[in-house]
């Protein structure tokens, strides 16, 4: 149980294009959803939080209008990367808490976005 | 002083043996600890909770809390070279927004 899907699991883009990635609780619903960045052998950073229905909340230094966070249902949250850049290229990942329970979070497999 | 404090290591340990990987948090009101594993190029696993102080077996896999001291623990016995990977500890701070070490790397070496 508690599996977690993300599509799509790498994509290249060009600059200035924006590219959505999608996060799915496949086998529980999930109250909130997290996204994070990992660059290379760096540790995870948490971008945003989002509950189902409402605004996400963004880590501090993280731009809102670029990058987009949709949670429309307790089993669905998108990113939309808004006018891609090179230094935009990681791997993002998102996890989803499952809505009763713990606290603990189970991650997705992971999309390695690359902007060229 | 970080939220979240592992030693960054590499910790390399043979075969067989134990490896010992520790976690130290800033927030005495956490109340959620959480080892999670990271192989190279993959996103992070779960692989042990703890809410209480003590000890916590599962399989091969021990953790350990101690909200005196602040300190969680992961105890991997008869390690082995599948076993290496990023390790994270993680813990929920009063605010519950898990927030993540960055890692040990370990390495069990055949």
């Known amino acids: 149980g508690a599996v977690v899907s993300q599509h799509p699991s790498w994509v290249i883009c060009k600059s200035g294009t924006s590219v959505k990635i999608e996060c799915r609780s496949l086998d529980f619903q999930a109250t909130t959803m997290f996204w994070y960045r990992q660059f290379p052998k760096q540790s995870l950073m948490l971008m945003a939080t989002s509950n189902e229905g409402s605004k996400a909340t963004y880590e501090q230094g993280v731009e809102k209008d670029k990058f987009l966070i949709n949670h429309a249902s307790l089993t669905l949250s998108t990113l939309t990367v808004t006018s891609a850049h090179p230094e935009d290229s990681s791997f993002y990942i998102c996890s989803a808490r499952p809505g009763q329970g713990g606290a603990e979070q189970y991650f997705g497999p992971g999309t390695r976005l690359t902007v060229t | 002083q970080k939220e979240v404090e592992q030693n960054s290591g590499p910790l390399s340990v043979p075969e067989g043996a134990i490896a010992s990987l520790n976690c130290t948090y800033s927030?005495?009101?956490?109340?959620?600890f959480f080892w999670y594993r990271q192989y190279s190029g993959k996103s992070p696993e779960l692989i042990m909770f703890?809410?209480?102080?003590g000890d916590k077996e599962d399989g091969r896999f021990t953790a350990q809390l101690n909200k005196a001291s602040q300190y969680v623990s992961l105890l991997i016995r008869d390690s082995q070279p599948s076993d290496s990977a990023t390790y994270l500890c993680a813990v929920t701070p009063t605010n519950n927004d898990m927030r993540f070490g960055a890692g040990t790397r370990l390495t069990v070496k055949p």
């Open positions: 703890i809410y209480s102080n």
């Open positions: 927030d005495r009101g956490s109340q959620s």
